[in-house]
């Protein structure tokens, strides 16, 4: 394992930081596995939450906001990936009580339906529950949201 000063450990998790956020749990795998010693990743990670560098609660904002826009997913879905990248189940249970996984489906729904246009109707809803149950989307939400799609026509909605 090679000697790395505290500067170059440091300069290594602004590189990664200056990317995209990571949670301190993200960040310590990958200076980990770059060959860190723990008592350096340790202190560089103590030292970039001092300075509010990394921020758990933020970047746990930040992904929740984004998937929500991007690629909406069930709230179990969800608060399970947050947690695999290291978000603490606190602060993972706090930020998700908002959480309006309804909504999203629709929305996911509504995408879903425009491109599966032209099939028969059965078939729209078999593949649109299969992509929701895939999303992680819960069974009621999934059936109010196919009621809620074939009830207005989805070519009908706005995204």
């Known amino acids: ?3 790395h000063s505290k500067n170059e450990a440091a300069a290594y998790a602004l590189k990664l930081l ?3 956020s990571h949670s301190r749990f993200e960040l310590a795998g990958k200076m980990l596995r ?3 010693r723990k008592e350096l990743v340790e202190e560089v990670l103590d030292y970039l939450v001092q300075k509010q560098l990394i921020d758990d609660e933020a970047f746990a904002k930040e992904l929740i906001g984004s998937r929500s826009r991007r690629k909406p ?3 179990r879905k969800m608060q399970f990936d947050l947690i695999r990248k290291g978000v603490p189940e606190n ?3 706090a930020l998700l009580k908002e959480y309006d996984g309804a909504e999203l489906c629709y929305r996911a729904g509504v995408r879903k339906a425009a491109a599966l246009k032209g099939r028969d109707e059965s078939e ?3 593949k649109l529950e299969v992509f929701l149950r895939n999303r992680g989307f ?3 939400v999934i059936k109010e949201t196919i009621t809620r799609l074939f009830q207005t026509g989805p070519e009908c909605e706005n995204d």
Request: proline share 5%.
């Open 91 to 93: 602060i993972a249970d």
């Open 138 to 140: 819960d069974w009621p």
């Open 73 to 75: 997913v069930g709230k």
């Open 34 to 36: 770059k060959g860190y």
């Open 1 to 3: 394992m090679a000697d």
């Open 18 to 20: 200056s990317l995209r």
């Open 124 to 126: 729209r809803k078999k």
